[in-house]
């Protein structure tokens, strides 16, 4: 799957150094993550000064070196100068230690916010978002982007800070004692801004392609590890090596051509200097001969030095400058994050507790994954208090959208459901969720023991309550065969029966007065689910249950079953009242009848 983090934007060739959005990202990082820093700022602004002031005293005292050599020759006076020259250069070296830890720490303390933050966000997004949102793309801007920022704000952003500080305090010394020359050396200025100009906007569109790169490769290699069973097992292995290594080659080119967009402005701004010193040269030295100034040698030679003092921190911000215009790209994504809203929340005022133990109603729900393709119109279903309730039909029905529905994990277009008379969208969502327990197709297994495994669900357990879920899910003795032992990714060191009996375990110690069940024993031997079954049904007693299930078997003795088709109740009735009915339910028990004999 192709990732497109950023798209191009019309009129993108017309934007200035900034544009609005940035303007807005940058406000964003700035009132969220440093604004309450500013006193820690403010220190580091300090030390920095102090490293500016240091560099111009140099300057001043190598003009005073370079008079007492050439005109007075006194010895005890050098000295002086030499000394104070290494206590500035001293000073300097200090706050080039403190500096940089004081703003690595600051950057990486805002950076660690900031991703706090966006995963506090991330964990209230629809479902829908990640459904059609790839890993990659997330990884990518809590990984990569976050740590690009990180490194950029903390070393990148003082450096600059340090160099422009330098820049203005010398550019003013310079001006100070030659302003005539110091606007000679100004010529050239126009020139520099406008190929920053252009490089700008280069860098923009190759950065934004490159992140787009780096999410597919991080997407296409999520993918592959995750289906490697699969790439095996078809063969694959070459075409998803091809696959990656195209990934790889695309970012090896953008990088390169990221470089070649940043590398243009170094050699400008050297020109540039280079045809500032010829230029300062030529006419100090003509200043310095002719009688009608008043300026020597050693003011022209100190002039020098200045400028050589002014380009040096101007070529890093130069630098600067392009890595700056790169990350307001990576900025840019990691705030696209903070732009994205849910919609499912609670009301306002949502209730905390409601009747739990009544009937569940759909009430002309209508629902649809994507416009294009409605799922359900005006559906109306009853799910009784205390009753065991099916629905079956065919793949891709609507039957596991009915309990995503009920559980509000999305949000349904027109219509209501209620639980004992409340609408779900009335109720805190947590009270809501807490109040099911559901054995889903999808189980989810996390790479830690089967104990932490079947606790997650309700970390407050006792041993004694853990125990007692697993041996009603069948599962008690492979907890006492495997010890602590982690389940692998994904589970993968277990069998899909295995898995799907933690699920079950899952959902007898979470106790819950309403229970889901979505293909609940489908994995399990005839034997096993006889037992589990029974367990189940001990568990359901007095419990409003809904049961997905696709073989009958699993189901014949509920209450009330419902057959849905292409999104719609088409029957409902008990098992026999179905079979009499001779319709849908009626073809499916026919079909399935082999394995009642
Ligand atoms: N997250 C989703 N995003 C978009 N479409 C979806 C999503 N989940 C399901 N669908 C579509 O909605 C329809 C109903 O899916 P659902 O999973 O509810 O069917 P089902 O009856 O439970 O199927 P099965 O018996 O195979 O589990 C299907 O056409 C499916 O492609």
């Not at 140099?58 to 006194?74: C, N, P, Q, Y």
């Not at 967009?261 to 500032?276: G, H, K, L, N």
């Not at 994504?333 to 919609?343: D, F, Y």
Request: with cysteine; charged share 20%.
């Amino acid at each position: 799957m192709k990732i497109r983090l950023f798209d191009r934007k019309k009129n993108e060739s017309k934007l200035p150094f900034f544009t609005p959005q940035d303007l807005v990202n940058i406000r964003w990082f700035w009132n969220n993550y440093l604004v309450q820093r500013t006193p820690w700022l403010l220190i580091v602004l300090g030390l920095i000064l102090v490293q500016g002031v240091a560099y111009q005293q140099f300057l001043s005292l190598t003009e005073s070196g370079l008079r007492v050599i050439f005109d007075e020759g006194v010895i005890t006076d050098l000295i002086q100068v030499c000394a104070i020259v290494f206590g500035l250069f001293t000073v300097r070296a200090v706050t080039s230690y403190v500096v940089p830890r004081l703003s690595t720490w600051l950057a990486a303390s805002a950076v660690m916010e900031m991703r706090r933050d966006l995963i506090e966000h991330m964990m209230t997004f629809d479902l829908s978002y990640f459904d059609r949102t790839s890993p990659g793309e997330t990884i990518l801007r809590l990984v990569s982007q976050a740590e690009g920022l990180s490194s950029f704000v903390g070393q990148a952003t003082v450096n600059a800070v340090r160099d422009f500080v330098t820049v203005i305090i010398v550019s003013g010394y310079l001006i100070y004692k030659a302003p005539v020359l110091f606007a000679s050396a100004l010529v050239i200025a126009p020139a520099i801004i406008l190929i920053l100009q252009f490089v700008s906007h280069n860098i923009k569109m190759v950065q934004r392609s490159a992140e787009n790169a780096l999410g597919a490769y991080m997407n296409t290699l999520e993918e592959t590890v995750n289906g490697m069973r699969t790439v095996k097992i078809s063969n694959q292995e070459r075409f998803e090596e091809e696959r990656l290594l195209r990934s790889t080659s695309e970012i090896r080119a953008l990088a390169i051509r990221l470089q070649a967009a940043q590398a243009t402005v170094m050699p400008a701004i050297d020109i540039a200097s280079a045809f500032a010193y010829a230029l300062v040269i030529g006419f100090g030295g003509y200043m310095a001969i002719s009688p009608s100034y008043d300026i020597d040698g050693a003011a022209i030679i100190a002039f020098l030095i200045g400028l050589v003092m002014v380009f040096d921190p101007l070529r890093n911000l130069a630098k600067f400058f392009t890595q700056l215009q790169a990350s307001l790209i990576l900025l840019d994504g990691v705030n696209g994050m903070n732009r994205i809203k849910p919609t499912i929340t609670d009301v306002e005022k949502p209730l905390e507790s409601f009747d739990t133990t009544g009937e569940i109603l759909l009430s002309d729900v209508t629902f649809a994954y994507s416009p294009e393709s409605p799922l359900f119109d005006k559906l109306s279903m009853e799910f009784r208090a205390g009753e065991r309730t099916a629905i079956v039909g065919a793949t891709g029905s609507g039957k596991t959208t009915i309990l995503s529905l009920i559980s509000r994990l999305y949000e349904i277009e027109s219509g209501k459901i209620t639980i004992g008379g409340t609408n779900i969208q009335d109720i805190r969502i947590s009270n809501l969720r807490e109040s099911f327990s559901v054995v889903a197709q999808d189980i989810v297994i996390f790479n830690a023991s089967l104990w932490e495994n079947i606790k997650y669900v309700r970390p407050q357990s006792t041993d004694e309550e853990i125990w007692e879920a697993a041996e009603a899910a069948e599962i008690a003795d492979l907890i006492r065969s495997r010890g602590d032992m982690p389940l692998g990714p994904k589970g993968a060191q277990l069998s899909g029966g295995q898995k799907q009996r933690i699920a079950i375990a899952r959902a007898f110690l979470r106790k819950a007065p309403i229970l889901l069940l979505d293909e609940a024993t489908s994995a399990l031997d005839q034997r096993t689910e006889e037992r589990v079954k029974r367990a189940l049904a001990r568990l359901a007693e007095g419990k409003t249950t809904i049961i997905v299930a696709h073989r009958l078997s699993a189901i014949s003795d509920a209450d009330r079953i419902y057959v849905l088709d292409q999104g719609r109740a088409v029957e409902s009735g008990t098992h026999q009242e179905l079979l009499d009915i001779g319709g849908l339910y009626h073809g499916m028990y026919s079909t399935q009848k082999g394995e009642y004999h």
